[in-house]
């Protein structure tokens, strides 16, 4: 049995539950030697036996992220991003060509593999305590900055600390709110935070005031990959455009006028024996989707970044002629109208279930979005496809409503930030059945622009939201829970705070899940949203793109792809 | 009437200043013209009743998976929109928005600008070097930018856009009319009713202003085509009128990421074409036939 196997077997173990004798029989049957099966045995902690101080989480595997075969070194590759790439500054990018280009510079203690699960990256292992309140991560030695100077604990202890710092103001500022000391720094009444310590040089613990699972998937997201101190310091604004990392690719030039860059393969990257693939990468931005596939049919361009989803007369033909350079994707950007719950007659439950009951999702499809009914999206944990969802039946709204005492409604709802107005037509000829006329107005402002002003000015929006971490507390902690940042519809439920606290604790994968799937299951019952469902992210590459691939987390791998 | 005030200059006015002579030919162009803005004009009025379903409806078989029914459909004979909306009704409905921009704005420019340019052009003095002045300032504004900073802070609703056309165009007719108002009030019949003890504003309403018709006439018919124009690029840009209602630029604009669906954009953009000619084929005829002459040219 390799490394790899005792690894899955592992993750299997801990995500079912599986008793101690199950997991002897597992690897007796894979002809494991029984010291080592009784060896390995005694880190699993049973029900009743004890559990040892620390268990090792994770070793290191070969190279993390997607997997890839075959491929030849050489050559230039090139995406376009619809976007203007504002920063590559790994806590502040936002747009799609920067976030989701922060991989070509930067890596991290972890990174996601293509089911999203995170894996360790330039840290060798991962030891967790047995009360998870104790993260101690073993670096690897030798890996270089693009600058020359080796990567430290030190270094970790900067990156993560700058990421959650007020200064910054990113928007994963809260995401290590279980580490010891990080509410005193993000208020900024201590310089540092206290739980993250460099032990020693290649040595870099965590220390938590409770147990939190999420924070392996935490460190796999971008914005806490690792920097350089002294160049973020000497760049000043600058590194927004200089990039500096450990990442498979350095930056030679970036043409702000030519909205493009231009990156050179990293000869010093910890796995430079295998990859990147191209010697250089093209990187394009304000590239509209339509004249993406435009360039990539034409083998101007290696590949789509944005969603041809936002192009659908090119989807109906690229369905239609079957083309293979094509493929739909799932994503985990969500798609739902938010209500404004402080207001009549939102506040009652009966009118928001009518609204739900009154919106037909399969509609929806005609925008690529995948009419789910739920919240959270398929393949998130916690996701219960034998949910009750609310199924179209506008006579149901109309008895809600009439129970309500609801009747001729009238609502003023925005197209807010340049959007096409497409949701909200649907939304506005189905309430237009059950009695509620929607007038639709322009607001150039976005979702986020307005944020908790939204409130004050509408009584529900569309609203649209790329997870960056693949787990359903970022939907608690940002969406759902009561005061979340992003929650701007006034509406909280204690029960569902509650249980999002407990879950970070959870380290049982499936009773972890069965929290979160409670969740929704009151969320839905709850309806402070107008459920619809979740984009489909379509792509486009040329003919000679090797190995492509797309992941809901940090969509394309550019390390991994290669031209015939 | 024709009236001779000096040896070498003839002023001819209105109506009697042509007449179409026997075997005169045809203008083709205001044929043309009319035509052309009064089948647009009969396709706003009489929409409800010509357009073969509800513009705003998406249809249930509208579209065919994600992809809407193209044009010459049995169903839909323009084929539908991304929503499943039949394609030929919400341009009928679109000539009403076309129409309303053409007419309503328009003459409250026009109105804007006699009050402006007769005032100034008449009462002279510093009333007309304020009047001008200003004038002069507003024209010098990027008219497009400022309509779309005014939408930005109104909203896009029918009464701004509205207010928006008219705040930017009225400046350029108010030079117009001040510039013929200048040389109407030299003429001899003006003059003689000065001399017979007529006030100013009996002056301006008798004398003056009937003088302008031929000139507003005309430049209603060409500026129409500037207002549709406009409104069309406010649409465009998503600050005109607002969905669902159907306005030809909005259908265009809404459709510029839905290039492989061609007749969304097509269709609409022939309608502002056809239209926008028209108006200009119908302005030139009418410059012909009424507008103000020297010399027996039109000016």
């Known amino acids: ?564 | 009437m024709s009236v001779t005030v000096s040896p070498a200059e003839t002023y001819s006015f209105g109506d009697d200043a042509e007449k179409p002579a026997a075997g005169r030919r045809v203008d083709v162009a205001l044929l043309a013209g009319g035509l052309i803005v009064g089948f647009f004009l009969a396709c706003a009025i009489f929409a409800p009743w010509i357009a073969p379903h509800d513009p705003d409806f998406q249809q249930a078989d509208g579209l065919d998976g994600i992809a809407p029914w193209s044009p010459f459909h049995s169903h839909y004979l323009l084929g539908t929109d991304e929503l499943g909306r039949d394609y030929l009704s919400r341009l009928i409905y679109g000539a009403r928005v076309a129409m309303l921009i053409a007419i309503v704005p328009n003459a409250l420019v026009l109105a804007v600008a006699t009050l402006v340019g007769v005032t100034a052009g008449y009462a002279g003095g510093k009333i007309e070097s304020v009047l001008m002045r200003f004038t002069e300032m507003a024209m010098v504004l990027p008219a497009f930018l400022l309509a779309l900073a005014l939408i930005a802070v109104a909203g896009s609703s029918l009464g701004v856009v509205v207010l928006a056309l008219v705040i930017v165009s009225w400046t350029y007719a108010a030079r117009v009319v001040y510039g013929e108002v200048l040389r109407i009030r030299e003429a001899t019949y003006v003059e003689a009713a000065r001399a017979l003890g007529a006030k100013g504003p009996r002056i301006v309403f008798r004398h003056i202003i009937p003088q302008l018709r031929g000139l507003l006439i005309t430049y209603f018919t060409l500026n129409a085509a500037f207002m549709v124009l406009t409104e069309a690029g406010l649409g465009y840009l998503g600050f005109g009128i607002q969905p669902p209602t159907p306005s030809w630029g909005a259908m265009i604009g809404s459709s510029r990421d839905l290039l492989f669906w061609p007749w969304l954009i097509i269709l609409p953009g022939l309608c502002l074409a056809t239209l926008g000619i028209g108006f200009y084929l119908l302005g030139e005829g009418l410059q012909r036939r009424i507008g103000p002459r020297i010399h027996g040219a039109r000016l």
């Not at chain 1, 720094?185 to 020693?200: E, M, R």
């Not at chain 1, 924070?215 to 160049?231: K, R």
């Not at chain 1, 944990?381 to 409604?409: H, I, M």
């Open chain 1, 1 to 564: 049995m390799g490394q790899d196997e005792m690894l899955r077997l592992l993750a299997e173990a801990e995500a079912t539950g599986m008793s101690r004798a199950g997991f002897l029989q597992r690897l007796a049957a894979a002809g494991l030697a029984v010291p080592t099966v009784a060896g390995l045995a005694g880190g699993l902690a049973g029900p009743a036996g004890a559990a040892s101080a620390t268990k090792t989480a994770a070793t290191a595997r070969p190279i993390p992220g997607p997997p890839w075969k075959g491929g030849k070194k050489g050559g230039v590759g090139s995406v376009g991003w619809p976007d203007k790439t504002v920063t590559y500054d790994p806590p502040l990018a936002y747009d799609l060509g920067g976030y989701y280009g922060l991989a070509n510079f930067y890596r991290g203690l972890l990174y996601f593999d293509a089911k999203s699960n995170p894996q360790l990256d330039l840290a060798e292992s991962m030891d967790i305590s047995s009360d998870g309140k104790r993260y101690r991560f073993k670096l690897k030695k030798g890996i270089t900055f693009h600058n020359g100077r080796e990567m430290t604990a030190k270094d970790f202890k900067y990156s993560l600390e700058r990421s959650s710092s007020k200064q910054i103001g990113s928007w994963v500022g809260g995401f290590l709110g279980s580490v010891q000391g990080h509410a005193a720094f993000a208020s900024d009444k201590a310089k540092q935070i206290s739980g993250i310590k460099a032990v020693d040089k290649y040595t870099l613990e965590l220390r938590l005031t409770k147990p939190d699972v999420t924070i392996p998937g935490v460190l796999a997201i971008p914005p806490f990959f690792v920097l350089p101190q002294e160049d973020v310091k000497r760049l000043g604004k600058q590194f927004v455009s200089n990039p500096v990392g450990t990442g498979p690719y350095k930056l030679q030039k970036w043409d702000k006028s030519g909205s493009r860059y231009q990156a050179v393969r990293n000869e010093d990257y910890v796995y430079g024996k295998s990859l990147p693939y191209f010697d250089e990468l093209d990187w394009q931005w304000n590239v509209p989707e339509t004249l993406e596939y435009l360039r990539a049919k034409a083998g101007k361009l290696d590949a789509t970044g944005g969603n041809l989803a936002n192009a659908p007369s090119i989807v109906a033909q690229l369905r239609a002629k079957k083309d293979k350079n094509y493929a739909e994707w799932g994503s985990f950007n969500l798609q739902w109208f938010e209500l404004n719950t402080k207001q009549k007659p939102f506040d009652d439950v009966r009118v928001r279930q009518a609204l739900n009951y009154a919106v037909n999702k399969k509609r929806f499809e005609s925008l690529l979005i995948k009419p789910t009914g739920h919240f959270f999206p398929p393949n998130l944990l916690g996701y219960n496809a034998g949910l009750d969802t609310y199924e179209y039946d506008p006579e149901k709204a109309k008895s809600l409503l009439k129970a309500a005492g609801v009747s001729g409604l009238d609502l003023t709802v925005p197209i807010l930030g340049g959007g096409t107005g497409r949701p909200e037509q649907l939304l506005q000829q189905d309430l237009k059945q059950v009695g509620i006329n929607v007038k639709l107005v322009r607001d150039q402002a976005s979702v986020y622009d307005l944020g908790s002003k939204l409130a004050a000015k509408y009584p529900l929006w569309f609203k649209g939201w790329g997870m960056g971490l693949p787990d359903p507390s970022e939907l608690v902690a940002s969406l759902i829970g009561t005061g979340a940042p992003s929650n701007y519809s006034g509406w909280g439920n204690a029960t569902i705070d509650k249980l999002g606290s407990q879950a970070t604790a959870i380290t049982n994968r499936g009773r972890r899940g069965s929290v979160y799937a409670a969740i929704e299951k009151q969320l839905m019952r709850d309806a402070p949203f107008i459920f619809i469902g979740v984009s489909t992210w379509v792509t486009y590459h040329s003919d000679r793109l090797q190995n492509f691939g797309w992941e809901p987390v940090l969509y394309e791998h550019w390390d991994r792809f290669w031209a015939r």
